[in-house]
């Protein structure tokens, strides 16, 4: 699904008026470039003097977009720091601009041949030495769909000055709304003209910073509605948002009679409901190709259901379009989502239409109660929903891809459209089953087989890897990823075990043989009984402010048995870990019979993310974690 986001051009699409020559450095470039490198801008690669937005707004809604823009450059790597004019086949670039001011004072124009297409029209600006000014200017014409203006005023640089302004047409209404930043007071500086300044803002830096969010949901941002969702009230603005989705797609579900008999003879004989939807969404998964062409409006808007079952083939809107199609043609209904697959990029307080991926939520009926449902959300109706993503092709249905959970999502349902959030699913819906049986030699080697069964979301990650992978590639990959734990193994097999159906477990057989495993300390032999996996982070002492990112739910255990060398003892074993705390917990225990050490885990998940006052109970469960992966059992001779 497309947001905000560029196609891929030949530059000769580009207007012959796109690059101007010859023309002085502006006024207001030049007042711009007397700003001072303030203090906190002096660890950046560069920093932003000013970034200027002035949105023309004309009777029918359609805008044009100016933007003025001055970048200092402070670090060498940053001299390629390009100015960048997104498009597409909708759009046109009325004019693209660029000045060097160099430290000495010469200036220096971007010529036709310094500007590029890749997927947008960037520059790459001549003399762009440290200390050098980049000037930039661009106007474009947006489409006539485009009625939202996504304000990104923080990123990787940190800002000095930016400005976003919005010239209405008089008696044109507007909204707004601001993520991950205190609103500011706009300014109508004319009639229906209106005008935000903000000023000093750092950069996002999470270069250092453990378990984060995804970088555009912690990034400060504000969106200005001069189209249908200009209403006033949270709700209101996501309810016309999700109509303005609604009303974008109507038709294009609507079951052609091929369609229909092949709905038909996927459910004839279905037990119950959830039998039904498992084999209409595995016949999606496994016969609709993903495939993405994105231009104008195609960004938004789906294909004719008719037209993705006769093509086998369609990007996330396009496989959302048949499934409904094919669920209404056996009587069950179901929506278009509006998702984005960064968590928390979509957030409830803030009505926007941003967003990269289309999933469905599928009604159920409220006689239907089936264990095997665990992705449902309840609307403010009333009404269950299961979400499902039919572009991932290997998450079954009843189950969510990981990354979506915890997420919002816009339920397109006419004028009961809403903002939902999308569930958190048990720790059981996700996991690692993993058993070991090995033997250590009298000379540190240790050899032995696991067993693996991965079930949920990790299941689905290794059937995409069978995919696309061959046999060597998984060796080497398998070899790479075991020698993290075990440095110098050889991979002596492998196999894969893939069920057909998609809510059975994926499972992985492999052997080994590990080099030194176990270590002489004198007459004593160290031995590591957690064999296999790591989870611990590392996560440092400093204050924490940015949440914290747990990934996915889930549950993960693991038994292995080591079967000593003869002529030795276990004469010292770790103690057991127990953390329970109310999103994780880690118990880890070590048992000795005869001469066989036995090691088992089990760590859960129960949450998606924690704020960032949890972080000393973080830190208490990865330093209890690390205690227990570092332990070591001590042998002696007999």
Excluded at 114 to 134: L, S, Y
Excluded at 416 to 423: E, F, G, H, T
């Amino acid at each position: 699904m497309r947001v905000v986001a560029a196609v891929l051009l030949s530059a000769a699409a580009l207007p012959a008026v796109a690059k101007d020559k010859s023309l002085p450095v502006p006024d207001w470039a030049l007042a711009a470039a007397k700003t001072p490198t303030p203090d906190y801008a002096r660890d950046s690669g560069s920093v932003v003097l000013s970034d200027e937005y002035l949105e023309t707004i004309d009777d029918q809604g359609r805008a044009t977009e100016r933007e003025r823009e001055v970048i200092r450059i402070l670090e060498p790597e940053a001299r390629q720091t390009p100015c960048v004019v997104g498009y597409d086949v909708d759009e046109r670039i009325n004019y693209f601009r660029e000045w060097t001011i160099a430290t000495d004072g010469k200036v220096f124009q971007a010529k036709d041949t310094d500007f590029m297409d890749k997927g947008e029209d960037t520059v790459h600006p001549p003399a762009a030495d440290v200390g050098a000014t980049i000037v930039c200017e661009s106007e474009e014409l947006l489409a006539p769909y485009e009625q939202e203006k996504v304000w990104q005023f923080q990123n990787g640089v940190p800002f000095v000055f930016e400005t976003l302004e919005v010239d209405l047409p008089v008696g044109r209404a507007h909204s707004e709304s601001w993520h991950e930043f205190k609103p500011v007071k706009g300014d109508e500086v004319a009639p229906n003209h209106w005008r935000w300044e903000i000023r000093d803002v750092p950069e996002l830096d999470l270069r250092d910073v453990k378990a984060h969010p995804d970088f555009w949901a912690l990034a400060a941002r504000m969106s200005v509605t001069w189209g249908d969702a200009a209403v006033a009230g949270t709700d209101n603005e996501w309810r016309a948002w999700g109509m303005w989705c609604a009303r974008l797609q109507e038709h294009r579900t609507d079951p052609t009679p091929e369609i229909a008999a092949e709905a038909q003879q996927l459910v004839a004989g279905a037990p119950d409901f959830y039998t039904k939807v498992k084999n209409i969404t595995e016949y999606i998964q496994a016969n609709i190709r993903y495939f993405v062409v994105e231009r104008g409006i195609g960004g938004y808007q789906s294909h004719y259901a008719g037209e993705v079952f006769r093509n086998r083939y369609g990007d996330c809107k396009d496989k959302t379009a048949l499934l409904i199609s094919m669920l209404q043609a056996v009587g069950i209904q179901a929506y278009y989502v509006p998702v984005d697959d960064r968590r928390g990029l979509v957030d409830p307080n803030a009505p926007s239409s941003i967003g990269d991926h289309m999933i469905t939520a599928i009604e159920v009926p409220a006689d239907v109660k089936d264990a095997r449902l665990e992705a449902m959300v309840t609307a403010k109706d009333g009404k269950r929903y299961l979400i499902f993503d039919p572009t991932d092709e290997r998450t079954p249905a009843g189950n969510l891809p990981s990354e979506l959970q915890g997420s919002y999502g816009i339920l397109a349902d006419g004028t009961d459209s809403q903002v939902i959030a999308l569930p958190v699913l048990a720790p059981d819906a996700n996991g690692t089953d993993r058993n070991g049986t090995f033997t250590l030699s009298a000379d540190g080697v240790l050899t032995g087989k696991v067993n693996t069964a991965h079930f949920g979301p990790e299941g689905a990650d290794f059937r995409s890897f069978l995919k696309y992978t061959d046999d060597k590639e998984r060796h080497e990959f398998w070899e790479v990823y075991v020698a993290r734990d075990l440095p110098g193994v050889s991979l002596d097999s492998f196999s894969f075990v893939q069920p057909p159906s998609l809510d059975k477990p994926m499972e992985f057989h492999y052997s080994v043989t590990v080099p030194q495993y176990a270590h002489a300390a004198g007459p004593l032999l160290l031995v590591r009984p957690r064999v296999i996996g790591e989870d611990s982070i590392p996560f440092d002492e400093h204050p924490r402010s940015i949440p914290i990112d747990l990934d996915a739910t889930g549950r993960w255990r693991d038994s292995f048995d080591i079967t000593l060398p003869p002529g030795y003892v276990v004469d010292e074993t770790p103690d057991p870990v127990d953390v329970d705390m109310d999103f994780a917990s880690y118990h880890s225990s070590i048992s000795v019979k005869g001469n066989v050490v036995h090691y088992q885990r089990e760590y859960v998940v129960r949450q998606v993310e924690l704020p960032a006052s949890r972080a000393a109970d973080f830190r208490k469960l990865e330093g209890a974690i690390l205690f227990d992966e570092k332990g070591a059992v001590v042998l002696k001779k007999q």
